[in-house]
């Protein structure tokens, strides 16, 4: 996610803060690198010249030039615009609770709509407690349906669909009258993907509009396609006039131009972000986090949130207690490998660590096959074996490496590793731990 913009942006800023004092020269060299930076990430051009000289008037102004750490300033500026331009505080989701409320999702197709139908539902089930429900309203996109049929299933969420007519409006009338007679509270429309220059499509999407009458109707853009993206927005706005923005794929955009100039073209703020193929990966959009993360700045908050759910309080207190007590077992480090799983991908999270930039990244090279051998090795022992490691001995480790298909070596350093953390545990608050701490895969 903005891999390569945070990169380049990161290089600027090491060099500005290694100045003691800043001129306005060697200010305005840098303006012109941030120019090239977010002109290469795809930002629109007019976005970028007025983004620039926002910073510039504020950059060359007695606060910055006279300040102790001027470098750190110019940072402070940098980020300060960028939440500027990402703003999203005009959006608001109110729910009905006398009446069912109604989403639409338009866009591309191959934009993401209907697993970001899905998403979306699970999202408001979890964060809104809403009773949620789809509907099937993309009748040319043969496997649309079945997927949404699939995916619904997945996640016990029900889902209104015929595939024996064309008619959408057909469709969404027998999704209105089943939301009257069942426990419903939210209905998400997903409808075909479609080019804003196809008058006919367009024609019908506006007419489903016209009947179902959302209450909200979400713009579902692929952030790796940039430019087009927000080209393509604006089309759909100027028909549509939809309320918000859902960036399917943001995982994949190293360039980061669609999140950044989006707002500024449409006048409609991102929503949602979707940032990874599982349908809990769906993200709330918050500008100063992204902020935070396209300058290497991490993102705690996020990270903290991410942790809150995967993990149980209980659960917490109780593991704090045995670490406390050293009585922290193989058991008890699966059972945390599993939360952590829920998560997200490990190098993700890295990601949102303050500090950690791309070519730290690069270093750092997490192999889910290794997770994955490592929860075969512990799953591989009996329960007392993983509550007292020192029962395997040499017979034992065999067995255990034929049954998870991996070798002595790897569960004698599984084991070794566990060891060293255990003991290392006792000094948890030291920066010993931190420093000497390895995961073991």
């Not at 996640?155 to 027998?174: F, Y």
């Not at 007590?325 to 997200?344: A, P, R, Y």
């Not at 350093?413 to 731990?433: A, V």
């Amino acid at each position: 996610m903005f891999s390569d913009l945070s990169e380049r942006l990161n290089g600027i800023f090491k060099n500005l803060k290694g100045k003691g004092k800043l001129s306005e020269s060697n200010i305005q060299d840098s303006l012109k690198e941030i120019k090239m930076a977010l002109l290469e990430a795809d930002v629109n051009f007019k976005i970028v010249k007025n983004f620039i000289n926002e910073i510039q008037t504020r950059a060359l102004g007695q606060e910055v030039m006279k300040s102790l750490e001027p470098g750190q300033q110019v940072v402070k500026i940098v980020h300060e615009q960028l939440i500027a331009l990402m703003d999203n505080k005009d959006l608001n989701f109110e729910f009905h609770n006398n009446r069912l409320t109604k989403i639409m999702l338009v866009g591309l197709q191959g934009s993401g709509k209907t697993t970001a139908c899905a998403k979306l539902a699970n999202y408001f089930r979890k964060k809104r407690s809403a009773f949620p429900s789809l509907v099937a309203c993309d009748v040319y996109r043969p496997a649309a349906i079945h997927q949404l049929e699939v995916l619904g299933k997945q996640l016990d969420i029900p889902v209104i669909s015929d595939t024996n007519t064309k008619s959408v409006k057909n469709i969404a009338k027998n999704a209105l009258d089943w939301a009257q007679k069942n426990n419903t509270s939210l209905m998400i429309f997903d409808t075909a993907g479609r080019l804003h220059i196809d008058e006919e499509m367009m024609k019908e999407v506006k007419e489903l509009k016209d009947y179902v009458k959302p209450d909200y109707i979400f713009f579902v853009a692929d952030a790796m396609t940039g430019q087009d993206a927000v080209n393509v927005a604006k089309e759909f706005n100027n028909l549509l006039s939809f309320d918000a923005v859902i960036l399917t794929k943001l995982d994949g955009d190293a360039r980061g131009g669609a999140a950044l100039s989006i707002k500024a073209v449409t006048g409609k703020s991102v929503a949602f972000v979707g940032t990874g193929e599982k349908i809990s990966d769906l993200e709330e959009f918050f500008p100063d986090r992204m902020a935070s993360r396209i300058l290497g700045m991490g993102d705690v908050l996020s990270l903290i949130e991410k942790a809150q759910e995967a993990f149980d309080d209980d659960q917490a207190e109780k593991l704090a207690q045995k670490m406390q007590k050293n009585q922290f077992t193989l058991s008890d480090f699966l059972e945390q490998l599993h939360n952590m799983k829920k998560m997200g991908p490990l190098d993700q999270l890295l990601k949102l660590i303050p500090g950690i930039n791309a070519k730290m990244m690069d270093q750092v090279k997490i192999d889910d096959k290794q997770i994955a051998h490592v929860e075969a090795i512990i799953t591989s022992m009996t329960l007392k074996e993983r509550e007292k490691p020192q029962l395997i001995n040499g017979s034992r480790r065999i067995r255990i490496a034929k049954g998870s298909g991996t070798s002595v070596q790897a569960v004698n350093r599984l084991l070794k590793q566990f060891e060293q953390m255990k003991s290392m545990m006792k000094n948890m608050n030291t920066s010993k731990f931190m420093k000497n701490f390895k995961m073991p895969f």
